[in-house]
């Protein structure tokens, strides 16, 4: 047994690599999954064991992982609007924490290489700034992942947060275009031609009706269009990917394309995350120094936290951008390796990198799944640091004279919005995170403002001060908001009605549990509702006998 224990990791090593990564990555995704972290600490882990039992990296891993990316931005950029890079908040945010943590970084670094600590030892001013560069960016896959978990990609703080990820990119992009190794071709300038497709594209857009074409458009447009041209003129093909997004948001079906690469878009991730364990053999000094940069992580996130209060968001929307932001990036590694590759710094940076990296995620990860009660125990103390103006979609919540409150004006919401409205009339009023959807309602002659659910300062100030409401429907499509925002209103003496939508059983019962009267089973029930509406339009006679009859 001895000698079969001791030639097992060869033994493995000699297996079909794809196989048995994704049989380590679906055990350890969903053992992870058990422990209340997110699967892709799994999907990490295991790309580290897989490394450590001699098995590594290949092409088709590293196509699969560059291919999630792609369509990891391509979804991005399909939810982001132009107009968010322009908000100060963003792009100033974006710029003084990579110039401040750059500063702040390479000044620890240079300081600590003077005590000649490990690979600390003779590092130069420039190399010293040049490391601390690398570690001024959060990372995207990350950021972007827990956002759409907990449905905020929409949300004031969900759209800062993305916005300063692609400002930060960016500034990747400078650097590895300003860098001989990543010198574009002169032909860089044509890109731009891709604008010209956009009425080509928004044309083949409307008249796909099925599915698989609609994912395979999305393939087309983010793969081949967007990253290959990039790639062919000189530039980063993640970029082309995102730029086709943008240009492909503003089309009324944008949401539905984004929709229909979700799956796969997940699953091709996975090869991501696997990538960064399978990145090389890490030494224990290469873990101490990876360890030592991760302590300088709430540095990183308390200036995000501090810049973007300074620029009037509330600290609850501050904290939730600065929460997701907290970790190094892939694009990071991307920059090490190729100060790498001219001989700037040392290649054993890299794999320093990639191990502060992973530790980040692992660290950050649990943070992020309940941030909101996080927020609520912090509040007192970080609503010391608002300032007295605030931004114009961060304003405390007003609901007037309403007595039914439709959290969540989405396809769903929408609908209960106009049945109570029908029943009840003026008192009904929807509330939606999403600003560009509360215009669209509004301009459709709903009564609808922005606002979230999730706001525990909204819950806060309504338990406070008297207020009409009698029914709350809790429509929002992610299960983690109905239930906190079900949380925060038992904190206070709200009596009434409450209503809340599910996707699974166990769900159900939980939110029952918690306190909700009724909830809706999106998926069990929405047949019953169609056989229900279609048998309110037939006569009787058209279905024959009827129950109970001979």
Partial sequence: MPDFISQLPGMIAHLPTVPLAIALAFALGISAR??????????????FALNGLGVHSNAVIKDIADAGVMLLLFTIGLKLRVQTLGRA??????????????????????????????MLAGLTPVTSLLIAFALTFSSTVFGVKVLEERGESSALHGRTAVGILVIQDLFAVAFLTLSAARAPSVWAFAVVGLVFL???LNRLLDQIDYRELMALFGLFTAVVLGAGTFQ????????GALVMGVMMAPHKRSEELADSLFSFKEMLLIGFFLDIGLSGKPTFEHLKMAAGLVLLLPIQAGLFFILMTRFRLRSRSA???????????????????????????????????????????????????????????????????????????????EIGDATIAVFGMGRVGTGAYEY?????????????????????????????IH????????????????????????????????????????????????????????????????????????????????????DDAMSPGEMGPTKGTT
């Fill in 232 to 239: 062919l003129v000189g530039l980063k093909p993640d970029l």
């Fill in 34 to 47: 058990y422990i209340n972290l997110p699967p892709m600490a799994g999907f990490l882990l295991a790309g």
């Fill in 420 to 448: 109570l409205r029908r029943r009840y009339g003026s008192v009904v009023i929807g509330i939606e995170s999403n600003l560009e959807k509360v215009e669209q309602h509004q301009k459709a002659g709903r009564n609808v």
């Fill in 89 to 118: 908040d963003v792009w100033g945010v974006a710029t003084l924490h990579i110039v401040g943590t750059m500063v702040a970084f390479g000044a620890v670094i240079y300081g600590l290489s003077s005590l000649g600590l490990g």
């Fill in 319 to 397: 904290f939730f951008a600065a929460l997701s932001l907290s970790t190094y990036s892939e694009f990071g590694l991307i920059v090490c390796a190729v100060a790498a590759e001219n001989r700037w710094i040392s290649e054993d940076w890299v794999m320093v990198l990639a191990m502060a990296v992973s530790i980040s995620f692992f660290l950050v990860a649990p943070l992020n799944i309940k941030p909101h009660k996080l927020y609520a125990r912090l509040h007192r103390v970080l609503r010391r640091f608002e300032t007295k103006g605030r931004h114009a979609e961060d304003m405390p919540l």
């Fill in 451 to 534: 606002g979230d659910a999730t706001d525990s300062d909204f819950w806060t100030k309504m338990h406070a001060a008297p207020h009409h409401l009698k029914a709350v429907l809790l429509a929002m499509p992610e299960y983690r908001a109905n239930m906190y925002a079900v949380q925060q209103i038992k904190t206070g003496d709200f009596e009434g009605f409450i209503g809340a939508l599910a996707k699974f059983g166990d769900q159900v019962r939980r939110l029952k549990a918690a306190g909700v009267h009724a909830v809706f089973n999106m998926y069990a029930e929405a047949g019953a509702g169609f056989a229900a509406s279609v």
């Fill in 198 to 200: 956009r009425p080509i």
